[in-house]
């Protein structure tokens, strides 16, 4: 079977799975398919972090982010990454050898990362639609990010216009790095750190 074809295949399961899982909980998928290449290359290119730290996803869904990373140049046993759907989080393990798949709750990141041995953390990369939470919510995983990465703090991908976050509120600074239209729906890359 050619590259080609394996990577046809791979893309419409991904659809496929991310399909199902929003039909059966569209609150926390937060959109219909996977992000576009394109948009996964800005969020990638983005990804801070020392040769000695691993950078964290949450919310990998089928993992399209991730392997942007990975073509990014991040090495597969520098990235941990958490999803929360228990059938998403088997997909990566199988189809993303190397990576450290974690299958567990993002909210929960202080206790993924010591069960993971307490590595140093680079960037987090937030998959998880924050603007859907409520707003206490939003700050419990704002805090657990930034507990992990508290100087770099986090980047998000949002599909707003306006900052997905209120900023003053949860005592952060930042903005919105890129934007591109290639991609259902058009999204943005956002960064975002304490503000004191
Ligand atoms: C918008 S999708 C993003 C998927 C992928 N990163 C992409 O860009 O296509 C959000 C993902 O976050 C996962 N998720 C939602 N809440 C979560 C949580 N509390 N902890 C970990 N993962 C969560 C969902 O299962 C879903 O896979």
Redesign the pocket.
């Known amino acids: 079977m050619s590259g080609f074809t394996l990577r046809n295949d791979r893309a419409a399961n991904n659809a496929a799975l991310f399909f199902k ?1 929003w039909l059966a909980n569209p609150l ?4 219909i398919i ?2 576009s290449a394109t948009f996964c290359r800005l969020i990638a290119e983005r990804a801070e972090r020392a040769e000695d730290e691993v950078v964290v996803e ?5 993992g ?2 991730t392997r942007a990373l990975l073509a990014a140049g991040v090495p597969a046993e520098k990235l941990l990454v ?4 228990p059938e ?1 989080a088997e997909h990566l393990r199988q189809s993303l050898p190397g990576v450290q798949v974690v299958c567990g ?3 929960e990141l202080p206790e993924v990362l010591r069960a993971a041995g307490n590595p140093k953390v680079g960037d987090v990369v937030c ?3 924050l603007v859907m939470l409520p707003k206490d919510a939003q700050a419990r995983i704002v805090g657990a990010m930034l507990a992990a990465s508290p100087k770099r703090g986090f980047l998000h ?1 949002s599909y707003c216009i306006t900052s997905p976050l209120p900023k003053a509120r949860l005592g952060l600074k930042g903005g919105r790095l890129a934007y591109t239209f290639m991609n259902f729906p058009p999204g943005g890359v956002w960064r975002y750190a304490p503000a004191g």
């Open positions: 899982r926390q998928m937060g959109s996977p992000s949450l919310g990998a869904g089928t399209v982010i958490v999803e929360i759907v998403m709750d993002g909210f998959g998880i639609p991908l």
